[in-house]
């Protein structure tokens, strides 16, 4: 998927809390969420796998997996919502 913003390759991943206590929205890259099937995820296990982490802070998903694209160079992502 091409960025609505920039044009630039967006990169499919998921969007999951990365605290069990209603931490922040992380985005994770699909081949690391697709090779450990079950993880903590820490500030530190998302930046150190390509995630990014957002500004939004909720419960929202309650830890399940939202498939997404981000662009890490407008650094917007696309979620979808069905």
Not at 32 to 53: A, E, P, Y
């Amino acid at each position: 998927m091409n960025c609505p913003v920039c044009g630039k390759e967006m990169e499919t991943g998921f969007c999951r809390m990365y605290d069990t206590r209603g931490g922040k929205l992380a985005w994770l890259p699909y081949e690391f969420c697709k090779r450990s099937t079950h993880f903590l995820l820490t500030k530190d296990r998302v930046r150190k796998n390509g995630g990014v982490i957002t500004s939004v802070s909720s419960t929202i998903f309650d830890n399940e997996e939202q498939i997404s694209w981000c662009c890490k160079d407008c650094g917007k992502i696309v979620i979808d919502v069905r």
